[in-house]
């Protein structure tokens, strides 16, 4: 029998060694366990959740929303057509972390699952000779990060870095709520009970719950907890203290907690760490509010969608905008905290979202049919160890292509199941310009069947073209196409497809081969 200690028994060791002995240090200098890389490089995928490219002055927006990610992008490779998986973030963080599309993944419905066959094919199992750490604000990121957790060394409770969880040792006050009654109570069943207790009792983002008369009552209760609890927090967010669905807390914490995470954390380490804002409700620090008051920025007008409704939904843009300068003050400080421990000579960091965010159209948020490049158009920066200068790639880029990326750029194994390819500049080959990239909402198709409702989105060269079908507000005509030129027309309001019939047919003939060859296995076991 082969008695010598493996890399991975090491790690698993090494999670349940006190931080002071299980120090980077002391497991980067032991060269003789088998698979220690003489230079670990380190990852680290940070997601600030409804984060729009649109917003980001790096993309031409005119109001500087970023001016510490600017700064700091002089030393990265910045990104400025790169999409999501979906637009929401059950399928914009399946693809992350999976390196496939929705229709590959299957997880593309409200608090969805990746199916159990497909479990293993997760960027922790790829990095199985990394110790892997991961955080979410997310709910619904959560659920899948539950599922990959026997890929994990260190999953942290999404209330950890809540204010019920940051201050839980300072008061003898019990508050009921999901993360203290459904692990009690639930825990065979805890993703399944959570989703359930969210639906009944706490408001959903789009303002309702499903229990008429239990949401208001625990309403009102959560309110005079918070209310005696944090009053003094109170006065840096005049507009309430930053919350998702159904919890508070403060951004300032949550990077505080990662950054001791990582900085403590046995090395080389993988980890991903996810966010809430910019998500609605949109409430910042105090410092941003009324940063952009009476700057002169205008919205382009845009006419209503048929999936909108009355008025043009521009109300909160500021109060967005307004929130984007806390996530980029808190990036700022993560940033500095890295490279204040060395941490950034040998780690690859990673900046994006799931998805984005959207104010026009009679449109506002992300779950909508409706895929504009607000809602599916997203910001990635990667910073690459010593890189001291800053690389703009303009080709079109995927979520999908970020787990191929890191396996290639650390050394790693590739992993044969990801369906997007290594992005430049580190790929060994040329890019192909012709290439295709693909978005897709299906949210309202089966899970375990054809895609029969759905948005689909491919985007190649400078020409986009959006294909809805099955919607019951498509009428007789039952689907829908438009085709945009987005170098002449960024805020799409030139439809090309009647105008220019070769390219809009040639892009839906591929879009529709897709399909077909992703809607294939359901069919045939129909």
Do not use: C
């Not at 010598?4 to 090494?14: N, P, S």
């Not at 929705?102 to 409200?110: E, L, N």
């Not at 990667?382 to 703009?392: A, C, K, L, V, Y």
């Not at 295709?436 to 949210?443: G, K, L, T």
Request: aromatic fraction near 14%.
């Amino acid at each position: 029998m082969d008695n010598q200690i493996t890399r991975r028994d090491f790690l698993k060791l090494a999670g349940l060694l006190p931080i002071s002995i299980a120090a980077p240090r002391f497991l980067s200098s032991l060269d003789a366990i088998g698979g220690v890389q003489a230079d670990p490089q380190n990852v680290i995928v940070l997601v600030f959740d409804a984060w729009s490219a649109t917003h980001l002055s790096l993309n031409g927006y005119q109001r500087e929303t970023t001016p510490n990610i600017a700064r700091l992008a002089e030393r990265a490779v910045v990104y400025h057509n790169h999409y999501a998986g979906g637009n929401f973030t059950t399928p914009g963080t399946a693809s992350i972390l999976t390196g496939t599309h929705p229709w590959t993944h299957r997880a593309f419905q409200p608090g969805g699952k990746v199916p159990d066959a497909l479990v293993s094919n997760n960027i922790f199992a790829a990095f199985e000779n990394h110790y892997r750490i991961t955080y979410s604000h997310n709910l619904w990121a959560n659920i899948l990060l539950r599922q990959f957790r026997d890929d994990l060394e260190q999953y942290i409770p999404k209330k950890k870095y809540f204010l019920t969880g940051v201050t839980s040792g300072t008061s003898n006050d019990f508050f009921l709520d999901s993360d203290t009654i459904i692990p009690a109570l639930f825990e065979s069943d805890e993703d399944i009970a959570l989703v359930s207790w969210i639906r009944a009792m706490e408001r959903q983002e789009q303002g309702y719950a499903y229990s008429l008369f239990l949401a208001p009552l625990y309403e009102r209760y959560r309110n005079y907890y918070y209310g005696k609890r944090f009053a003094d927090i109170e006065a840096f967010f005049p507009r309430g203290i930053p919350m998702d669905d159904y919890d508070m807390f403060l951004l300032e914490h949550g990077i505080d907690g990662v950054g001791g995470l990582v900085t403590a954390a046995p090395q080389p380490f993988m980890s991903y760490f996810h966010f809430w804002p910019p998500h609605a409700p949109y409430r910042t620090h105090r410092d941003f509010i009324g940063r952009f008051a009476d700057d002169g920025y205008k919205a382009p007008e845009k006419p209503l969608d048929l999936f909108g409704d009355n008025g043009p939904k521009t109300k909160n843009r500021t109060e967005y905008d307004e929130y984007i300068l806390y996530v980029d003050r808190e990036f700022g400080r993560f940033y500095d905290h890295l490279e204040q421990n060395g941490l950034l000579e040998n780690t690859w960091l990673v900046l994006t979202s799931d998805h984005g965010e959207m104010f026009e159209r009679g449109i506002e948020g992300h779950r909508t049919p409706v895929l504009y490049d607000p809602v599916v158009r997203v910001p990635l920066l990667i910073f690459e160890p010593g890189r001291n200068s800053r690389t703009d790639v303009y080709a079109n880029t995927s979520a999908v292509d970020l787990l191929p990326t890191l396996l290639h750029v650390t050394g790693q194994k590739k992993a044969d199941w990801t369906e997007g390819t290594v992005l430049q500049p580190f790929a060994a080959e040329e890019p192909d310009p012709e290439r295709a990239v693909y978005v897709a909402q299906p949210e309202k198709s089966e899970q375990y069947g054809p895609l029969t409702i759905a948005t689909l989105v491919i985007r190649r060269g400078d020409y986009k073209l959006m294909y809805f079908y099955g919607y019951k507000e498509l009428g007789a005509a039952g689907e829908r196409v438009e085709l945009y030129n987005l170098k002449n027309d960024p805020e799409e309001l030139n439809d090309l497809y009647e105008t220019e019939k070769e390219i809009g047919q040639e892009l839906l003939n591929e879009l529709k081969a897709k399909l077909e060859e992703v809607n294939a296995p359901y069919l045939s076991n129909s």
